[in-house]
């Protein structure tokens, strides 16, 4: 194999325009240790030294299999930095492993050598075997050096995964050690103290050898795993990775998979008439523009611009606005399994969370294909109040009129699902909180006594209200998160003791709401995913 590419000399003169860079301090910040107490830290003997390598690891607390996380840590980094994505782990209530790997990339067992290939191994058996997770719904995913472990793991690991996601990823450690060295970055000492005997004089050979993108590529073993490349455009000037990293590793894979060839040469020429690979002229146009000029007409990754998106079969790429980093909704890209074989009759009364496109009654609807949905949703519905002046958006007042429409359409119900309250708390009803608890009493009273509600058959469920910003919202929601945070816990009181089975969707989407909701109210259908799976794996938990 060729280990000067093509796309070195059509690039170099894009790369020394690299060498000025920031530090990180968001994703290589190792001094953040903070880890909630529902993490536990755990000691794993590595089955190729014996060495006990620490981790933190979450244990779900649903009864019914999970979906197990493996994120890997960044290159300065150990299992026991920060990680951002431990909020939203317990949101999702996901089962969960930090290992440690050997720790940062500077000594000769780290930097994917075979013991950090066997430890990421060795962490994914003792989470399977000491959690609920589903062992068909394994995710690997690492940013920075993180990522680069992502890739090693894709092109070494025999487990098999389901999908691994590398945001940023190096992918040619010999690469990054002279881009580190131009730039005067401290990656480069680093790589030396890996890679090399003396630690002072470079190893290229085994630098090569540690490197994903010149590494055997595993084609059956990966035929049904997924490998996600995310990059954001501006890595290399605002950030230590240049993008070719994530370029080339995907030119690579997919080259191989079409042309039976790892040559880099033969690759690129085939890129100029493959639409399925990236042109040098892209590769170029990329990093010398630092943007797509039509992106803006692409489809978005959440609320980042996509200026180059690829795929072939199960290996994609994308080029986002972004520099070295991974945004904070990536959870919300793992490919974990959804549906189920549930088959049930349901009615759902909410707001405009339960009636947007995208809302968790359209998600529930995706995870439970087989079961028959009837929504009642309409956005501005409240628990009791008429909004705006608008009488038929109280739902206290035509409860009844909901549930004769429901029963023309059916005549029984497996359960009736009703999520209101955000409306309730809006600005102009500040005066009138201490009405909420009372409504929602003779709301779900009013419920119980129609005769849609057949006592012993049909099952009850009030789902609180999501989590509002205090801040940056819009004018009528001022105030709306104080508000709701004292009324949340009276609601549930108040349905509780009506014999209503009760989920709590706002506590646990307190802490990623910015993540998913661009208003500080609605969230996207990634966020409204997890509300609908909390609904599902409470239905699973009855069966």
């Given amino acids: ?83 951002p994505l431990a909020k939203e782990i317990l949101a999702r209530d996901w089962n969960y492993i930090h290992p440690d790997f050997r720790g940062a990339n500077r000594t ?45 793991a894709y092109m070494h690991l025999k487990y098999p995964v389901k999908s691994f996601s590398a945001w940023a990823p190096i992918s040619d450690i010999e690469a990054w050690y002279w881009e580190s060295v131009g730039r005067g970055q401290k990656y480069a000492k680093d790589i030396l103290q890996a890679v090399s005997a003396d630690g002072e004089t470079f190893n290229s050979k085994e630098a090569i050898a540690r490197s994903p993108l010149w590494q055997t590529f595993p084609v059956e073993k990966r035929r049904k795993a997924q490998l996600f490349i995310y990059e954001g455009i501006h890595d290399g000037y605002k950030g230590s990775v240049p993008i070719t990293h994530s370029l080339n590793m995907y030119n690579r894979l997919v080259g ?64 986002f606005e972004g520099r070295h980093e991974q945004i904070s909704q990536a959870l919300g890209l793992i490919p974990y399994k959804k549906q189920t074989d549930l088959k049930y009759d349901i009615l759902t009364i909410g707001d405009s969370n339960g009636d947007n496109k995208d809302g968790w009654v359209t998600q529930l609807a995706k995870m439970m294909p087989k079961s028959d949905i009837v929504n009642l949703s309409e956005s501005g519905r409240t628990i009791g109040f008429d909004n705006n002046g608008r009488a038929r958006l109280n739902g206290l007042k035509n409860i009844d009129s909901y549930l004769d429409k429901a029963q023309a359409k059916k005549q029984q119900y497996d359960y009736i699902i009703v999520c209101l309250g955000t409306n309730d708390s809006k600005k102009m009803f500040d005066a009138r909180q201490e009405e909420i608890p009372k409504n929602l009493r003779l709301l779900l009273n009013k419920i119980k006594s129609h005769n849609l509600y057949k006592r012993g058959s049909t099952k009850l469920i009030y789902v609180t ?74 239905i699973l938990v009855q069966q």
């Fill in 256 to 319: 191989e998979l079409k042309y039976n060839t790892t040559d880099m040469d033969v690759i690129l020429r085939k890129a100029w008439d493959d639409a399925d690979l990236i042109s040098p002229k892209e590769i170029i146009d990329l990093m010398g523009k630092r943007i797509n000029p039509g992106y803006e007409k692409n489809e978005k990754l959440f609320d980042r611009g996509v200026h180059l998106r690829r795929q072939y079969k199960n290996i994609s790429l994308i080029i």
């Fill in 108 to 152: 000769p067992s780290a930097m994917c050598s075979p013991l950090v290939l066997a430890d990421i191994e060795d962490a994914i058996q003792y989470a399977l075997q000491h959690t609920n997770a589903d062992p068909e719904d394994v995710h690997v995913v690492g940013v920075s050096g993180g990522g680069l472990a992502t890739l090693a």
């Fill in 1 to 83: 194999m060729k280990k000067i590419m093509l796309v070195v000399f059509f690039c170099i003169g894009s790369i020394i325009l690299l060498f000025a860079q920031t530090k990180e301090p968001i994703w290589d910040n190792t001094s953040k240790r903070y880890w909630s107490p529902e993490f536990e830290k755990i000691e794993i003997p590595s089955s190729k030294d014996g060495m006990l390598q620490k981790a933190y690891i979450y244990k779900t607390t649903r009864k019914k299999p999970q979906p197990l996380i493996v994120s890997l840590h960044t290159w300065s980094g150990y299992y026991n930095q920060t990680d």
């Fill in 465 to 538: 209200p999501p989590p509002l910003r205090n801040e940056n919202v819009s004018p009528k929601y001022e105030g709306s998160g104080k508000r709701l945070a004292r009324m949340v816990p009276e609601l549930k009181i108040v349905a509780s003791a009506l014999g209503w089975e009760v989920i709590d969707i706002y506590n646990p989407l307190l802490g990623i709401l910015d993540y998913y909701a661009k208003d500080g109210v609605h969230m996207s259908g990634a966020g409204q995913e997890i509300i609908a799976s909390k609904i599902v794996n409470h």
